[in-house]
């Protein structure tokens, strides 16, 4: 059983900066793929960026390459998001999730493990 706690949300203006942590619990945090999803008011539970169990391996959606960046440790058993040069459109609650399993996944359904939300508000 893996719990997620995040943190870091708040409200920033555009252009700026912020940072999520994802904290977990668990003995085998090490062994799970991890992602970073998002949904605004209205609209679906969207892929923001994956990274593998050892960080080896990253993804991230069109929307938000090149502007964030996922990083993990593991001796933390903490996942991060990197997020600059924020847009209003990136305004939305942002879930951290991790599974088991070494290839990284972009679907909610392949997720088992989900955290309680952190909201980001960019103003324009």
């Known amino acids: 059983q893996v719990q997620l706690v995040e943190s870091g949300g708040g409200l920033v203006q555009a252009g700026g900066s912020l940072r999520l942590s994802c904290a977990a619990s668990?003995?085998?945090?090490?062994?799970?793929?991890m992602g970073w999803f998002r949904q605004a008011p209205g609209k679906e539970r969207e892929f923001v960026s994956a990274i593998s169990w050892n960080g080896g391996s990253t993804y991230y959606a069109d929307s938000v390459k090149g502007r964030f960046t996922i990083s993990r440790d593991n001796a933390k058993i903490t996942v991060y998001l990197q997020m600059n040069s924020l847009k209003p459109e990136d305004t939305a609650v942002y879930y951290c999730?991790?599974?088991?399993?070494?290839?990284?996944?972009?679907?909610?359904?392949?997720?088992?493990?989900w955290g309680q939300g952190t909201q980001v508000t960019v103003s324009s």
């Open positions: 999730a991790g599974s088991r399993g070494g290839i990284m996944a972009t679907m909610t359904h392949e997720y088992d493990y």
């Open positions: 668990g003995r085998t945090f090490n062994n799970y793929r």
